[in-house]
């Protein structure tokens, strides 16, 4: 997750150097004219300068480690981009893979820019949207993402990390459901699925998610 790219420091050591320099010509000048409180007031702007730059420094290191922290820590991490992610519901799913780890199940999606994207569901998250997802089915003979984010919104919002974007998940279960033929589209871009297996064989199937989480 590079949130700050290392040449955002560097253009601003580049500018604090860059005045540093007018400061020291101005500074020739002025010892040239013999202008001695000028000097000194110059030497104490440059040595704020250098001060800045080693601090510049420090932060790009402690930014480094912050976000190798976040990285380390975070259980998911979501581009809020409504953009990014009305394309990616049509997204082939054979550039997706999922598994189950520490009680979550995680899910990566790899664009045609090779890019790698990771999201993090819990797994009675999951089956809490698998299970309204069927029930929804069964009234319908279909289910929309937005079917199942009408009714489980509140508990997106509590339950996991998705605080701002909780259609996210319900899209995450969906494309695992049709990655494992378990879902289909109804028609391609269109955004009913529907059964694409038996549904005790879908219940089963999410019966083997566990969501236990290493002792």
């Not at 005045?19 to 110059?42: C, G, H, I, P, S």
């Not at 069927?134 to 279909?142: E, N, R, T």
């Amino acid at each position: 997750m590079e949130l700050f790219k290392k040449e955002l420091f560097e253009h601003l050591k580049d500018n604090y150097k860059s005045l540093d320099d007018k400061l020291n010509n101005k500074m020739t000048t002025a010892v040239t004219d013999k202008e001695y409180e000028e000097v000194q007031r110059l030497l104490n702007i440059t040595e704020q300068i250098n001060s800045l730059i080693t601090e510049t420094d420090e932060l790009k290191e402690k930014t480094k480690t912050l976000l190798k922290e976040i990285e380390n820590d975070q259980e998911s991490y979501v581009k809020d981009s409504d953009e990014f992610y009305s394309v990616s519901d049509h997204q082939d799913t054979k550039n997706i893979t999922w598994q189950e780890k520490e009680g979550n199940v995680r899910f990566e999606v790899r664009n045609e820019n090779e890019m790698i994207t990771s999201n993090v569901v819990p797994v009675p998250l999951f089956k809490q949207i698998v299970n309204r997802a069927l029930g929804i089915i069964d009234s319908h003979k279909y289910v929309k993402i937005s079917d199942v984010l009408k009714v489980l919104e509140n508990e997106i919002k509590t339950e996991s990390n998705y605080k701002k974007t909780p259609r996210v998940p319900v899209m995450v279960v969906f494309k695992i459901l049709v990655h494992e033929n378990l879902l289909k589209q109804y028609a391609e871009k269109s955004q009913k699925y529907i059964l694409n297996s038996d549904r005790t064989h879908i219940l089963e199937w999410l019966e083997q998610l566990k969501g236990e989480k290493n002792k």
